[in-house]
């Protein structure tokens, strides 16, 4: 997300008060029908000097104002008067920085702060300027590094209805660098979720950005909910990979995953077609055969070789692919294993004899296996409940695989099954 840039303050103040305008008595009622500004009825001691300073500013005469504009502050007694004195000032200083930008010179916006702030307590200012100006000490809070006090500032201008489209990402991001990534993940929630509602397609950097802050804090859970958003906004193969690898695939993810869950994860991986390179489909290998999985190593292996990520040179490749083999062979058929899964006295055998065939992509005898290890009992059901949700999702039984994936309740194992079930409706695109 890209910094909160300087804006042209100055402009955007001008047209605040340029409807104010002040009259001597002598020429009062024609100036009348021109004020665009509050109806003000000012002292005597302040109309005068107020007038000329008006005048002296239009004529760019800044220290005659200046002069004009402290007699004027001297003689005020009401909020009228201490109205018309702080929106000069505010023009007058509005007008400098407008001068100063056109003639590339230095900009100082420190002296807007004070009549900024008189104004925003007067109650003749009309409620649409309150709420701007809120907007504007914001955004020189922000420009100052005062972050705290420009959240302050645009809380206020939000709820007095200030509506600039800018307005909720740039609380994101002032929040974020203050510290309180909860809570700029929350504003960040809403203001996506307010331009999905106008029938807008949130900026993919938004979701990236989310992503970094939160797992930067090690906020697995936010993180994965963020990283389901952006799968599901912007579903592509990279963004699949991108999105399970901050998961839990490398030592900075968001949660850590044991052996097992990661190569549900390279399941996933391979099912969307994120595998990238080399190192994924040697290290996928390399874990499931240390799973006893060696129908799968091979299968995997011959993938990454077909699709060129794996070069034929590859020593370790090779040299895996030749030990699968050899375990392939001295494994010999599972029909022996599977009548002793079923007539055991718990789901274990069952459980390991459905992760073999899985392995093998037999899904149907996967799912009879995994059903029988559910009835059984004595097995990790979240595991076992994941692995029928993989099967009957690679069966083609998607209504199946969901039942599965939505019986599985705890961490990180639920968020697994969670990212398998977010893939079912958002296949990659691409």
């Known amino acids: 997300m890209k ?3 300087r804006v042209a303050v100055a402009a955007a103040l001008m047209a605040g ?3 104010v305008a002040v009259s001597t008595p002598a020429i009062a009622k024609e100036k009348k029908a021109e004020q665009k500004g509050p109806a003000l009825k000012l002292s005597k001691e302040v109309q005068g000097a107020a007038a000329a300073a008006q005048a002296a500013i239009a004529a760019k005469d800044f220290a005659t104002a200046g002069t004009q504009l402290a ?3 001297a003689g005020a007694k009401t909020d009228d008067d201490r109205y018309i004195v702080a929106a000069l000032q505010l023009q007058m200083e509005a007008t400098k920085i407008q001068d100063a930008r056109a003639a590339n010179q230095p900009v100082n916006e420190a002296g807007l702060k004070a009549p900024l702030e008189v104004l925003i307590a007067n109650p003749k200012t009309p409620a649409v300027d309150v709420a701007k100006y809120n907007y504007q000490l914001g955004i020189m809070a922000a420009n100052a590094k005062d972050n705290a006090g420009a959240i302050n500032y645009f809380q206020r201008a939000q ?3 200030y509506n600039d489209p800018n307005l909720p990402l740039q609380m994101v991001k002032l929040k974020m660098d203050a510290g309180d990534v909860a809570g700029g993940s929350a504003e960040l929630e809403k203001a996506i979720d307010a331009q999905v509602a106008a029938g807008q397609k949130p ?5 990236r950005y989310a992503i970094a802050k939160t797992n930067q804090k090690k906020m697995g859970p936010q993180t994965a909910g963020w990283i389901k958003k952006y799968v599901v906004a912007y579903p592509s193969a990279k963004n699949w990979r991108d999105g399970l690898v901050t998961y839990g695939m490398t030592q900075s993810s968001a949660v850590t995953l044991d052996k097992g869950q990661k190569v549900d994860m390279y399941r996933l991986m391979r099912a969307t077609k994120s595998l990238a390179d080399q190192y994924d489909y040697e290290t996928y290998a390399q874990w499931t055969y240390d799973l006893g999985l060696p129908y799968e190593t091979k299968a995997v292996l011959e993938e990454g070789k077909a699709s060129g990520k794996i070069p034929a040179s590859s020593a370790s490749a090779n040299d ?3 030990v699968a083999n050899q375990a392939i062979a001295t494994e010999g058929s599972l029909s022996g294993v599977e009548a002793k899964a079923k007539a055991g006295a718990n789901g274990r055998i069952a459980a390991n004899t459905g992760d073999a065939y899985l ?3 037999n899904y149907a005898k996967a799912i009879e296996l995994y059903r029988v290890a559910l009835q059984k009992g004595g097995v990790d059901a ?3 409940n994941t692995r029928l949700g993989i099967a009957l999702a690679n069966s083609g039984d998607k209504a199946g695989a969901k039942t599965a994936f939505a019986a599985v309740k705890t961490a990180p194992r639920a968020d697994i099954a969670s990212l398998w079930t977010l893939y079912l409706d958002n296949p990659p695109t691409a």
């Open 3 to 5: 910094t909160i840039s």
């Open 17 to 19: 008060v340029a409807g």
């Open 71 to 73: 007699t004027a502050q």
């Open 159 to 161: 709820q007095l209805g």
């Open 203 to 207: 900026s993919e950097d938004l979701y």
């Open 320 to 322: 895996l692919m030749r």
């Open 359 to 361: 392995g093998m992509n």
């Open 382 to 384: 979240d595991t076992v």
